[in-house]
C-alpha cells in the first residue's frame, strides 16, 4: 500500500471522526422585579432550557437559596451588568455536555410556593461549547409582580346579610421581601383595593389601608343584598411597575 495512500486514508479518518461533547457550566439566578433573588423553599422558580432549534430539553431544575444580600442588590442596578448575587444567593446550575453551538432558549416560572402570582419570562442566546455561563451573576432572568395572599374571608364562607365582612389579605414582593414603612420596599409606593362584584354585577371597589400589627392590608365591606359575592385584590407598586391579584367568594345568605 504506497504512503500517500495511507496519508489520505487516516486524514479523512481524522476528519470523519466525531466531535467530542465539553462539559459547559450555566448558572441561572432568577431576580424578583424591583427586589431580590428568587429560590428555596420560600419562591421557588422552575428552570428549563431548550434548544432552541429542535426543542431538546438540555436541562432542567429549581433555584436554590437564599434570597441574597440586601445591600448589594438594592444598591445596585437589577437591569445594569454589575454582579447582584453572593456566594449563597439562589441559583440554579446545570452542565450541558455540548459538541457544538446551541442556541437555548431559557424558561424561567416562580413564584411556585404562589400560583396565583406566578409568571414565566424567556430569553435566548447562544453558548459555545467549553465556555461557562458563569460570570458575575451568569444567565440572569427577572420576574415582574407581587404576591397577594387573601387571609380573609374564607373561600366560599356563609355570612348573613348585613353584617360587614372583614377583608384582610398579604401583600409582598416575588421573593417575599416584605412592605413597610420605611423599608427598601416602601409602603407609600403601594396601593391595594378590594373590588366586589354581587351576582355577576358592576364591581365596588374599596381602598384597603396597611396595619403595621399584622402587616396585613385591611377593609371591611359592607353585605346589605344577598347572592354570590365575589371578590378581587388588587395591589400595585407603581415605581417597578408591578401588580398582584388574589381571588375569592362568599355567600350571602
Not at 436541562?59 to 442596578?77: E, F, N, P, V, Y
Request: with cysteine; proline share 7%; hydrophobic share 40%.
Amino acid at each position: 500500500m504506497r504512503p500517500s495512500f495511507i496519508a489520505a486514508l487516516c486524514a479523512s479518518l481524522v476528519f470523519a471522526a466525531p466531535a467530542l461533547a465539553e462539559p459547559t457550566k450555566v448558572d441561572v439566578r432568577v431576580l424578583a422585579r424591583g427586589a431580590k433573588f428568587m429560590g428555596g423553599y420560600t419562591a421557588p422558580v422552575r428552570v428549563v432550557m431548550t434548544d432552541a432549534d429542535t426543542g431538546e430539553v438540555l436541562a432542567r431544575g429549581l433555584t436554590a437559596g437564599t434570597t441574597g444580600d440586601t445591600g448589594k442588590i438594592m444598591g445596585g442596578s437589577s437591569t445594569g451588568s454589575g454582579t447582584l448575587s453572593s456566594d449563597d444567593s439562589a441559583a440554579f446550575r446545570a452542565t450541558l455536555d455540548i459538541d457544538h453551538p446551541r442556541r437555548v432558549t431559557l424558561s424561567v416560572t416562580g413564584p411556585l410556593s404562589q400560583p396565583q402570582a406566578t409568571t414565566t419570562a424567556t430569553s435566548t442566546q447562544w453558548i459555545l461549547p467549553g465556555r461557562h455561563l458563569t460570570a458575575g451573576d451568569g444567565w440572569r432572568m427577572e420576574l415582574p409582580g407581587l404576591i397577594v395572599d387573601l387571609a380573609t374571608p374564607v373561600a366560599y364562607q356563609v355570612v348573613a346579610r348585613g353584617a360587614s365582612v372583614p377583608v384582610r389579605a398579604g401583600v409582598t414582593m416575588l421573593c417575599g421581601c416584605p412592605i413597610s414603612a420605611d423599608g427598601p420596599w416602601r409602603l407609600a409606593d403601594t396601593e391595594v383595593e378590594a373590588y366586589l362584584t354581587v351576582d355577576g354585577g358592576a364591581p365596588r371597589r374599596y381602598a384597603m389601608t396597611y396595619d403595621p400589627a399584622d402587616s396585613l392590608f385591611s377593609v371591611d365591606v359592607p353585605t346589605d343584598v344577598a347572592g354570590v359575592h365575589e371578590l378581587e385584590i388588587r395591589a400595585w407598586m407603581g415605581p417597578g411597575n408591578n401588580a398582584g391579584i388574589a381571588r375569592s367568594a362568599f355567600f350571602v345568605r
